[in-house]
């Protein structure tokens, strides 16, 4: 089964250092997804690309972040002078992108800063 | 994009159907119904997706009535395994329902 793969699963990390994790799609998806989630809530959508293209971020998404997609198959996002607020699991998702094509999702990223 | 409540939780035994409701009272035309399962650790399982009537698939079904104001995932004869949180989105998932708040869930107990 060639899921949504992400890496690493955790990553510990001191404030102030530089992040960045890894999302390999399922191959025939043309959009990606990041979402971040915090404990005791759902998935908030940080921003999503359809093939290299990054079509939206959100607001949650601050200047410290950056999302690249190149080439349209992977994916990474950064985050630059990590803070303890980021501590959070970090998610990615894909999709073919045609009508209502459900998203499915890695088993994500777990940042906890200290 | 469409606000959504479901129950927090809910407690169910070994066996039992479960019924999860979701209310959307503001849900747009073009707007789908899309559950998912999530598990400790690890990222969110699309269980089934709908637009009204009734959906059925070799996990669930679900039931959406003709105002669609509300639906309704069905889980038949649950085990210890079900044990999850469930997720009710609804939006144009092609044309930012991706960007939808998933809200706190429904964390389902099933117990032996």
């Known amino acids: 089964d060639t899921g949504v793969s992400q890496d690493p699963r955790h990553k510990i990390t001191k404030r102030g250092q530089n992040v960045t994790f890894r999302c390999d799609p399922i191959s025939e998806h043309n959009r990606l997804y990041w979402y971040r989630q915090t404990l005791g809530q759902g998935p908030e959508f940080l921003t999503y690309?359809?093939?290299?293209?990054?079509?939206?971020k959100s607001r949650l998404l601050s200047d410290r972040f950056s999302a690249e997609r190149p080439k349209g198959s992977f994916s990474t996002l950064e985050i630059q002078r990590t803070e303890q607020g980021d501590s959070a699991m970090y998610l990615c998702a894909s999709s073919f992108g045609g009508n209502n094509s459900p998203l499915h999702f890695g088993n994500g990223t777990r940042l906890t800063v200290t | 994009l469409a606000k959504t409540t479901q129950p927090i939780s809910m407690d169910s035994y070994e066996g039992q159907e479960v019924n999860i409701t979701c209310s959307h009272n503001n849900i747009a035309t073009n707007d789908y119904i899309t559950w998912y399962q999530q598990f400790p650790s690890q990222g969110p399982r699309f269980i089934i997706q709908?637009?009204?009537t009734k959906v059925t698939n070799e996990v669930a079904s679900l039931f959406i009535p003709a105002d669609r104001k509300s639906s309704t995932l069905s889980l038949p004869r649950v085990s210890l395994s079900d044990t999850a949180v469930y997720y009710c989105?609804?939006?144009?998932?092609?044309?930012?329902?991706?960007?939808?708040?998933f809200g706190a869930g429904t964390r389902l107990f099933v117990k032996a």
């Open positions: 690309f359809q093939n290299e293209a990054q079509l939206e």
């Open positions: 989105l609804v939006g144009d998932l092609h044309t930012g329902g991706f960007k939808t708040i």
């Open positions: 709908g637009y009204k």
